[in-house]
């Protein structure tokens, strides 16, 4: 079952049009077995790289094939803030932003919108 932060950050940044193929996408990806991470982290991952582009989605999707682990990182990558993996909900994932960043400044560009 798809968690419901991912379903509501897949029903904030995708368009209406778009919703119903990152739906059949996400469920595909909870049917398989997955090596490494949860279906849920792969999902946030994906929800995070892709920014409401479903084409971009879909680049993420075809690295997703080659190794989830390389979706994982990239999104690590790209929120700058390692150590959470996309395992804890989106909600969430902005306390833990602020317990890493506590010492210094935020990053003025937090994603979490």
Known sequence: MIAIDIKKKKKKDFKEEDRYVVEIIFR???SKETKYYT????????LFLAGGDINNLISFLKML???SRDVIDAAELKAGCPGHYFAIPFPEIESFIEKV???EEPPSDLWLD
């Not at 279906?39 to 994906?46: E, G, M, V």
């Open 28 to 30: 595909g990806i909870y």
């Open 39 to 46: 279906r849920d982290q792969i999902c946030r991952s994906i």
């Open 65 to 67: 094939k080659v190794d």
């Open 101 to 103: 960043y506590r010492e």
